[in-house]
């Protein structure tokens, strides 16, 4: 029986995101988003959580991450949980859970000029082509 694997995220840039360039000319780039959570505890007292999501995007879609996105911008993501391990320069193995976006939606203001301002824009991965081949290798730059 086959599962289903879909994230969807709403949350804000932690940091503009690191895009790089990796054998084979692919661009990758990672992406640092929180959620928050906010609730009342039992004394009536607001208490606020925020988790922290890796998000790894590929291809086209990563260059225009790399030049709409920007550190406090909101973003929309859609994708699919995937972890990867590596060993270490001491030769432990280190395990990474990842988010692979798909689908990026950029909600709010930007780095664009402010005339460019007001629209949301949304691109997926299926507007660029298939996302390439991956080996689980030291290939990707951080």
């Known amino acids: ?38 609730w009342k505890d039992r004394e009536g007292q607001k208490q606020e959580r925020t988790e922290w999501h890796r998000v790894v995007v590929w291809g086209k879609l990563a260059e225009l991450c790399g030049k709409y996105l920007s550190k406090g911008r909101q973003v929309y993501l859609e994708g699919r949980l995937q972890t990867r391990s590596w060993e270490d320069q001491q030769g432990q193995k280190k395990y990474t859970t990842e ?8 909600l709010g203001g930007g780095k664009e000029s402010s005339q460019d301002r007001g629209n949301d824009q949304e691109f997926g991965a299926q507007d660029f082509g298939p996302e390439p081949a991956f080996d689980n290798s030291d290939e990707i730059p951080f």
């Open 1 to 38: 029986m086959s599962g289903v694997n879909k994230v969807i995220v709403i949350g804000r840039m932690g940091a503009d995101p690191e895009v790089k360039t990796v054998t084979g000319g692919n661009t990758v780039a990672r992406l640092s988003v929180a959620t928050s959570e906010n």
């Open 99 to 106: 988010i692979v976006a798909n689908t990026v939606q950029f």
